[in-house]
């Protein structure tokens, strides 16, 4: 295995990562500046009222993007495997 490889693996691993941590995290952004937006305008400044919406949105997105989630990280998965099988062939 050379440098060559291992940055592919390592690049790969972290594209994966990135689609993996994105429609949950972009969920929590948009939830979190729609509730300061909300409390600024209202002046209510309230922690759960900060906190809650995000979790429920967290917990909404990472059930809905599972399978999604499921399949990458799986495919990623046979595809390091299948890597590492073939350096120990060679």
Do not use: C, W
């Not at 990135?18 to 937006?37: H, N």
């Not at 399978?67 to 073939?86: V, W």
């Amino acid at each position: 295995m050379n440098e060559a490889d291992v940055a592919a693996v390592l690049r790969d691993g972290l594209l994966v990562a990135l689609r993996l941590a994105g429609p949950p995290l972009a969920a929590g952004l948009v939830i979190g500046a729609l509730v300061s937006l909300l409390q600024a305008v209202t002046q209510i400044q309230e922690a759960t009222l900060a906190f809650v919406p995000k979790a429920v949105a967290l917990a909404v997105m990472l059930a809905l993007t599972a399978p999604f989630m499921f399949a990458t990280l799986s495919g990623y998965t046979h595809r390091l495997m299948d890597r590492i099988i073939a350096i120990g062939a060679s």
